[in-house]
């Protein structure tokens, strides 16, 4: 059996990532439970008209929300009044590597993918998960390889 590595700077973040989840900036905050609770993604993320990102909501966030409010909040919450921004983002052409980076120095578990640097128009989302998993498969390949190199 012959094992292919794939050194991680030349893994790309398009081959891996998910479907992204939206709601409108205007939806309130009971659509985008519901749409949380559905989709079991952990994260939504909120557009304006145009299809452009302006924020992302985590179920941590609401979770954050129902505690701040003692579990009562008002159903005229709007995405836009709860969301995070600015969403920080990676090129579909960007490396594992660079995703991994990017997400541990801004500790956040999801990075949406977008096709060229600038754009707010998201194609993607790649998670921590995903990331954290493929570094520590490409480094137990590395490590295999190394290991059976020296009992030879």
Request: with cysteine; proline share 3%.
């Amino acid at each position: 059996m012959r094992v292919v590595i794939i050194p991680l700077e030349r893994l790309i973040v398009d081959s891996l990532m998910d479907d992204p989840v939206f709601v409108e900036a205007n939806d309130n905050i009971l659509v985008v439970i519901k749409k949380l609770l559905q989709l079991k993604k952990g994260y939504v993320l909120v557009t304006k008209s145009n299809d452009n990102t302006v924020g992302i909501i985590s179920d941590r966030d609401i979770h954050r929300l129902i505690l701040k409010e003692g579990g009562m909040f008002s159903p005229d919450l709007l995405a836009k009044d709860c969301m995070v921004k600015p969403v920080i983002t990676i090129v579909s052409n960007a490396t594992l590597q660079d995703a991994e980076e990017i997400m541990h120095v801004n500790k956040i578990n999801r990075l949406p993918v977008v096709e060229k640097e600038g754009s707010k128009k998201v194609i993607g989302v790649i998670n921590y998960e995903t990331v954290h998993s493929n570094v520590l498969t490409n480094f137990a390949k590395k490590w295999v390889k190394r290991s059976h190199n020296f009992n030879r």
